[in-house]
T-cell receptor, first 110, second 115 residues
């Protein structure tokens, strides 16, 4: 089945520093979604990318889909404590089945 | 608009006991999903319904897990008998359509501990 790997597994930053997580696949993806899960919470949809080379921004968050549609990144500029959580990429495969990546846990300290 | 509702929020049982979880999706959402999320991992799809039919249950341990979605609305997930490795959060999600790349709306989950 579809597999997506995320790196890093964990990152600890000081508030105000930037953060990037990467999602990689060995196969070409038709789409990629990003979700955020706060500690003790449930996944919340952030964005979807479907076009090669697509870049989308949401305030301090920048999402990018690779030209070959095999990788994606999420970049947060000037992190805040409210950014704490685990960020998952997820891809739709056959039969509209969504497969989640391994996740990157972000810790932000003052 | 009300979100996805799940109950109970927490459940503690002993191994070999049975347990059931309930999910009420967002009104009008055609597709309903059950995920298992083990601590430190991403959600893993157990079963996917479109209206009241099963689309994918390839990762559902059918010897002990069962699920149904009566009348294409609410759904229940049952485990019988439970094993220690079933300790996880069980997430229900729903999406509006039956095809395409919809965003999924997740409920708060049920945290199951099997002792």
């Amino acid at each position: 089945g579809q597999q997506v790997m995320q790196i890093p597994q964990y990152q600890h930053v000081q508030e105000g520093e930037d953060f990037t997580t990467y999602c990689n696949s060995s196969t070409t993806l038709s789409n990629i979604q990003w979700y955020k899960q706060r500690p003790g919470g449930h996944p919340v949809f952030l964005i979807q990318l479907v076009k090669s080379g697509e870049v989308k921004k949401q305030k301090r968050l920048t999402f990018q889909f690779g030209e070959a549609k095999k990788n994606s990144s999420l970049h947060i500029t000037a992190t805040q404590t409210t950014d704490v959580g685990t960020y998952f990429c997820a891809v739709y495969g056959t039969a509209s089945k969504l497969t989640f990546g391994t996740g990157t846990r972000l810790q932000v300290t003052l | 608009e009300a979100g996805v509702a799940q109950s109970p929020r927490y459940k503690i049982i002993e191994k070999r006991q049975s347990v059931a979880f309930w999910c009420n999706p967002i009104s009008g959402h055609a597709t309903l999903y059950w995920y298992q999320q083990i601590l430190g991992q991403g959600p893993k799809l157990l079963i996917q319904f479109q209206n009241n039919g099963v689309v994918d249950d390839s990762q559902l341990p059918k010897d002990r897990f069962s699920a149904e979605r009566l009348k294409g609305v609410d759904s229940t997930l049952k485990i019988q008998p439970a094993k220690l490795e079933d300790s996880a959060v069980y997430l229900c999600a729903s999406s509006p359509r039956t095809s395409g790349f919809d965003e999924q709306f997740f409920g708060p989950g049920t945290r199951l501990t099997v002792l």
